[in-house]
């Protein structure tokens, strides 16, 4: 064996020597790139109120956001292997028991999947507090409070004040329970409205004390005493059981850094949610512009996947197109809500329909015509009650096959009500004076000037009674249940969703999830079947909007909305109420409820 020497050797003794270097250099990366451990943390913001529909489509609607949205953005973190966990920053939301049931069984799944849920809490006041229940670890910081009062109801009655105005409310109603023209008609609750609000007011605040006792781990006779307390400072609600951590954001970070056992925290800030471009500049920016507001045409799938329809009924019910504003209330057509049930109908890859109601009811003909449209399909229907699914909304829902609602959804209020307000002694009183020449001896039923007549008063009641009877015949068909039965349940009566599970008015409580579920199931599909959803109405965009016939919800003004939205609320809903109390029988919940 022969060993050369010479330049041969000594380059092999210099690419040894290479070889070890870049050994040595890799491994000293390794150990940088060891001592810098980071964890990631999706951060989502969550305020203001999450509408539940299918929303509008451009810039708009991807500033306003909706629900479902929101649950997307949970569900995508929680598949995410690329996160450590999820920040909620919860900020004073607007959001209905309905929506509430939605978030947390959001944040359930987020949980199971094995990421941590962390609230971030400025005050802890309402359902923002039960949202948080539901995370892993609640934190504040010491100059926060911890609010929650309880549940109350309160009525506003105008009755002396239409008095000296000279208007009389001339309001029926079939139902002991459906008290919806009280406050117009009375200065009190009745023995029947105090009843009614007593029990829903029970209920909700049984479900409030055990959902926080369950969240927190505490005796229900602890949650109680905290709750008539009402206000605690942050330590006080630390000391109490009821928040985690007493401490500011960004020390709460440096602790968390020592709890991963990592170097660094970085926060995936909007996590989930669509990035704007917000570059217009130049005529390209102007066309992008452009485009956003008016909404880019969506992508289509190959249609070879079978799909379930998500059908969004929102709004209060009314006769003809949908209707919406930028700063008012939503009203629910009929004819847009029979077209999108027609469309899920005809759609030969759609194998079942979810019809997701979030409406109060109004008027008993658009009730009743979308109820019809829903009993003429032949594939299987399942309704989903978020916040509200009462009289009207509940309505709807009695032509479907399967009935789901939240467990604080408010629903039932089975009865009509109806009648006119007469303006004449207010006329008097300003100097108006009105003469009529008529022929008919009922010509004065839809008369402002002047109160109903004898006979125009029978004829009225008349019809809400058969208004009624069909109502009550249609519930007690879809529920299955016998007359008796069904009135006990009926007469105006509102129930939450918990207590109309526990009376045969639902079928099951469960989210949308669970609905969709539900469809899947009757449509013979297997649970982990490829599905795709499609929502519908398609969403309208800005310029629809825009440009439509003038909207039944009175929106009011740009700067009365931001600057007195309780006023711009008011105003759009006497704008309603005016629409609504045009036809003869309305179906309309007594009351709007809101959990704060």
Request: with cysteine; aromatic share 6%; net charge negative.
């Amino acid at each position: 064996m022969r060993f050369q020497s010479g330049h041969s050797g000594c380059t092999l003794v210099l690419s040894l020597l290479l070889t070890l270097s870049a050994l040595v250099v890799r491994a000293d990366d390794q150990q940088d790139a060891e001592a810098k451990k980071q964890a990631t943390l999706a951060a989502i913001t969550i305020k203001g109120g999450l509408a539940d529909s299918v929303g509008q489509e451009g810039l708009f609607g991807e500033l306003q956001g909706n629900l479902q949205g929101m649950i997307d953005r949970l569900d995508r973190a929680a598949k995410d292997e690329d996160l450590a966990g999820v920040v909620l920053r919860i900020r004073s939301p607007e959001l209905g028991r309905g929506k509430l049931s939605e978030l947390r069984d959001a944040i359930r799944r987020t949980r199971d999947a094995g990421k941590k849920v962390y609230a971030l809490l400025d005050s802890a006041q309402g359902t923002g507090y039960l949202l948080a229940c539901a995370c892993d670890e609640i934190i504040m910081p010491e100059s926060a409070t911890w609010m929650v009062t309880g549940v109350r109801a309160e009525v506003t009655f105008f009755k002396r004040l239409m008095d000296r105005l000279g208007v009389r409310a001339e309001m029926f109603q079939v139902g002991e329970f459906k008290g919806a023209a009280e406050p117009f008609t009375r200065d009190s609750m009745s023995p029947a409205m105090r009843a009614q609000h007593k029990a829903l007011v029970d209920d909700i605040y049984e479900q409030m004390v055990a959902m926080i006792a369950a969240d927190r781990q505490l005796s229900t006779e602890r949650v109680r005493e905290s709750i008539d307390i009402g206000l605690l400072t942050a330590q006080g609600a630390h000391e109490a059981g009821l928040i985690d951590r007493v401490i500011y954001a960004d020390q709460w970070v440096e602790e968390l850094k020592i709890e991963l056992a990592v170097d660094e925290i970085a926060m995936a800030e909007d996590y989930g949610k669509r990035k704007v471009d917000t570059d217009f500049s130049g005529m390209m920016g102007m066309i992008k512009l452009m485009e956003l507001i008016m909404g880019g045409q969506r992508g289509k799938g190959a249609g070879q996947v079978q799909k379930i329809a998500v059908v969004y009924a929102n709004g209060v019910i009314t006769s003809g197109k949908s209707t919406s504003s930028l700063f008012g209330a939503d009203t629910l057509g009929s004819d847009t809500l029979v077209a999108a049930l027609d469309q899920a109908d005809q759609d030969e890859d759609v194998v079942a329909i979810v019809v997701r109601i979030d409406s109060p009811g109004g008027s008993a003909l658009a009730s009743d015509l979308v109820w019809h449209k829903i009993t003429q399909i032949e594939k299987p229907v399942v309704a989903s009650m978020g916040d509200t699914a009462a009289s009207g909304g509940y309505y709807i829902a009695m032509g479907c096959d399967r009935v789901f609602a939240e467990p604080g959804t408010v629903t039932g209020s089975i009865g009509v009500v109806g009648g006119k307000v007469a303006l004449a002694g207010l006329m008097d009183k300003i100097g108006v004076t009105t003469e009529t020449i008529s022929r008919g001896k009922n010509s004065g039923l839809m008369s402002m000037d002047a109160g109903f007549s004898a006979s125009e008063r029978q004829v009225w009641i008349d019809s809400m009674e058969e208004t009624y009877r069909q109502f009550l015949s249609k519930a007690m068909a879809g529920r299955n249940l016998d007359q008796a039965q069904m009135e006990q349940l009926a007469g105006g009566r509102v129930f939450t969703g918990r207590q109309a599970e526990a009376n045969g008015l639902v079928d099951e409580l469960g989210t949308l999830r669970a609905a969709i579920a539900s469809a899947q199931q009757l449509a013979g599909l297997d649970a982990d079947a490829d599905v795709e959803l499609q929502s519908l109405p398609a969403p309208r965009s800005f310029f629809d909007q825009l440009f439509e016939s003038p909207s039944v919800s009175g929106a009011p003004s740009a700067t009365v909305a931001a600057f007195a939205p309780a006023a711009a609320r008011a105003a759009g809903e006497v704008e309603l109420l005016r629409v609504l109390f045009a036809e003869p029988s309305v179906l309309l919940v007594p009351y709007r409820l809101e959990l704060r």
